[in-house]
């Protein structure tokens, strides 16, 4: 009896032990993803022939909040992208750049649009499509993590990575 | 509707040109306690009428520096009974964009009063179900805006923005019995932005006539005594609406840092001394705190509107037995006498008030609100309406449901 007993609780320990492992390695994983999302620098990008090369942060919160319909110093025209409002990077962007969640920035934008102050950024699909967009539209400029960047745009910001006050 | 609720906000491009669609909406239910005074067309019965409403916006941008833009709204209150749910033209400009911070505009605006002027409409973009209308109140249907032109200028100061805004035109409009007629007015804003806080400042100086048929009559009668003495003819001269010039000052005060946040806005409004009107002043405290998608918030308020002494004293002085006539005539100078005080003791108005409320939000564009609002009524009833003169609360209470959304 004790010898089978032995026996029986060898696998059931096993088991045990491999499914502690799979837990703590999903929640390894997952834990590392978010917080990998988290902590992922963003940066604002613009097409690389675009003459403005630098950005101050309270610009972009200008630019972003819809307060200038203009690039500063050159005045050319701005296209203003979005990503997705459903995104984690549609949120960390405007946390971390005007101290804002997706209700409070809604709120906001409802009250600049109709009030006739200019208009919505154009929401892009993805990441990709914000690239696409602005290698194509001189006037556009965006967000992206920093590791997306590639030749098609150029940076002009980097997104401090504590969470912004509020403007 | 439900498929504008799935695509908000809809921006489509033509070739070179852009184009914007988009809109907003109320549904509202209110209601209140009393059965001798109306609010914004509310009684002791449900009503949807009150704080439902309907706009739509049109933005065409044929160029980067160009911009037209047009806002038509449908409301169902209005105090001109026969006009419920007619779509009136709000916003109808054409825009220029100088540089990055200087912009002109030109045509239809929003009359620029308050830190909410401009969207006092769009129910969503505020957390009350209504904003205060201890301020508000002038805005919410009549003098929603004027013809003419402003100019905008955006600058940076350090961390802080600062915005200035001079704008001059036309407006008119009526209330109840009485039109106004601005044939001047002009003004500038001045806004400042740092960290959390937003400080506003509003000055406007308006050419005003206002003309009341009940003014009218004591004018008249007034005047048809002036042979008698001549302080009858300057009593209903000092009454005699002309364009005289009129004040408005405003000041807006908004913090909002994580989940709370603090609104507060005082107006006063200096009538000229002649003609047929009043001072006005009132002001609001806002505080909220968002539990998630859930934000109480508490409101307290006060108004008041006063006849000007200089209007009113004359008459109040006067002695109808000092002038040697006969009974019959003394006596219609007593009863004119007390018609004219009464007239203009019914103007003046005194309230506080007291709200509280809750938004949901539903939705990004989405919002469900539900409010009541305590009125305390010093002298007369204030934002109240009077279904009698000489049959006045002395409190009322409004109840309020409202889904607001944008598209």
């Known amino acids: 009896m004790a010898n089978r007993m032995k026996v029986e609780s060898c696998p059931q320990q096993l088991k ?46 200008q630019i972003f909040l819809g307060r200038l319909r203009l690039f500063p110093n050159t005045g050319h025209g701005l296209e203003v992208t979005d990503q997705p409002h459903d995104t984690a990077i549609f949120r960390l962007f405007y946390r971390q750049t005007v101290g804002m969640d997706v209700d409070r920035l809604s709120r906001y934008r409802a009250r600049y649009i109709f009030s006739g102050q200019g208009r919505l950024p154009a929401r892009m699909s993805d990441s990709e499509a914000v690239k696409l967009h602005i290698s194509n539209t001189r006037e556009a400029i965006g967000y992206l993590y920093a590791d997306e960047v590639d030749e098609r745009v150029k940076v002009v910001f980097d997104v401090p990575h504590e969470e912004a006050v509020s403007p | ?24 909406a109320s549904l509202g239910a209110g209601r209140i306690n009393q059965p001798d005074v109306t609010f914004f067309g509310t009684d002791t019965a449900w009503s949807v009428d009150s704080d439902t409403m309907l706009g739509l916006q049109w933005m065409v ?61 769009v129910g969503y973009s505020y957390p009350w179900a209504r904003p205060p209308v201890q301020v508000y109140a002038a805005l919410m249907t009549q003098f929603t805006h004027f013809d003419g032109v402003d100019l905008s200028v955006v600058g940076t100061w350090g961390e802080s923005e600062w915005e200035v805004q001079w704008f001059g035109g036309q407006m008119n409009g009526s209330f109840l019995d009485t039109e106004v007629d601005i044939d001047v007015l002009l003004g500038n804003n001045y806004i400042w932005r740092y960290r959390d806080w937003l400080l506003r400042y509003s000055l406007h100086l308006d050419r005003t006539t206002l003309t009341n048929p009940r003014a009218q009559a004591l004018i008249d009668a007034f005047s048809q005594f002036a042979a008698l003495d001549p302080a009858f003819g300057r009593i209903g001269d000092s009454l005699t609406p002309q364009r005289e010039w009129k004040q408005f000052h405003a ?21 000229p001394k002649r003609g047929f009107s009043t001072d006005l002043q009132g002001w609001y405290l806002s505080l909220q705190h968002r539990f998630g998608r859930v934000t109480p918030y508490g409101v307290i308020g006060a108004f008041e509107n006063t006849i000007k002494s200089s ?66 009524f010093k002298e007369n009833t204030g934002n109240l309406i009077p279904k009698d003169y000489f049959t006045k609360p002395s409190s009322a209470v409004a109840y309020t449901v409202i889904l607001d959304l944008v598209f």
């Not at chain 1, 032990?17 to 799979?22: A, S």
């Not at chain 1, 590392?32 to 090369?53: D, I, T, Y």
């Open chain 1, 16 to 61: 045990h032990l491999l499914g502690r492992w799979f837990l703590c390695s999903w929640l390894l994983l997952l834990g590392g993803l978010c917080w990998g999302q988290e902590s992922r620098a963003l940066v604002v990008v613009v097409h690389p022939e675009n003459p403005l090369n630098e950005l101050a942060l309270l610009q972009v919160r």
């Open chain 2, 1 to 24: 509707m439900l498929i504008f609720l799935l695509v908000p906000f809809s921006a489509v491009a033509h070739g070179d040109w852009q184009w914007d669609f988009s809109g907003f």
């Open chain 2, 61 to 121: 941008m044929p160029t980067d520096r160009w911009q037209l833009t047009a806002q038509v709204v449908a409301r169902g209150f209005n105090f001109e009974d026969d006009k419920q749910y007619q779509p009136k033209v709000e916003w109808l400009f054409l825009s220029y964009q100088w540089s990055p911070g200087l912009r002109t505009r030109l045509g239809r605006l929003r009359t620029p009063h308050y830190l909410f002027s401009e969207s006092v409409e």
């Open chain 2, 251 to 271: 000041l807006g005060l908004q913090w909002e840092s994580g989940n709370w946040a603090v609104i507060g806005e005082y107006f006063i409004s200096l009538g």
């Open chain 2, 311 to 376: 209007l009113i004293d004359p008459i109040r002085d006067l002695q109808p037995t000092q002038f040697g006539a006969p009974e019959a005539v003394t006596e219609q100078l007593v009863q004119l006498q007390a018609l004219g005080l009464l007239a203009f003791n019914s103007v003046n108005t005194k309230e506080e008030s007291a709200t509280l409320g809750l938004r949901f939000d539903v939705y990004p564009g989405v919002a469900l609100k539900t409010e009541i609002q305590y009125f305390d």
